[in-house]
């Protein structure tokens, strides 16, 4: 079975950094477009970041420059850098499996999730 397991979510002050895992299992994890997604209560999910199997990245535009999103496939894991955290940045994040063949940017192009985890932002 997919199994998407999140982790590294917590508290930090505006201007640091965390980083995020999600450790992948069940699937040919190389080959699909993997994604970042978060939710803040009060508003749509939205895709952050994604990278195909290939390597191209996507990032959604008040990320760019301050988050990083990157693969290892040997690992079958899936990562989040975010730096220069602002309190906006504070949401649950989730990683999800997206396609073979492109990363979509709308989340019902993704058919599993992982549980997600917190990332809160203090000013």
């Known amino acids: 079975a997919v199994q998407l397991v999140e982790s590294g979510g917590g508290s930090v002050q505006a201007g640091g950094s965390l980083r995020l895992s999600c450790a992948a299992s069940?699937?040919?994890?190389?080959?699909?477009?993997m994604a970042w997604f978060r939710q803040a209560p009060g508003k749509e999910r939205e895709r952050v970041a994604a990278?195909?199997?290939?390597?191209?990245?996507q990032y959604t535009d008040s990320v760019k420059g301050r988050f990083t999103i990157s693969r290892d496939n040997a690992k079958n894991t899936l990562y989040l850098q975010m730096s220069s955290l602002k309190s906006e940045d504070t949401a649950m994040y989730y990683c999800a499996r997206g396609s073979l063949y492109d990363c979509y940017l709308a989340s019902p192009m993704y058919s599993y999730w992982g549980q997600g985890t917190q990332v809160t932002v203090s000013s």
């Open positions: 990278i195909r199997g290939s390597g191209i990245t």
């Open positions: 069940g699937f040919a994890f190389s080959a699909y477009c």
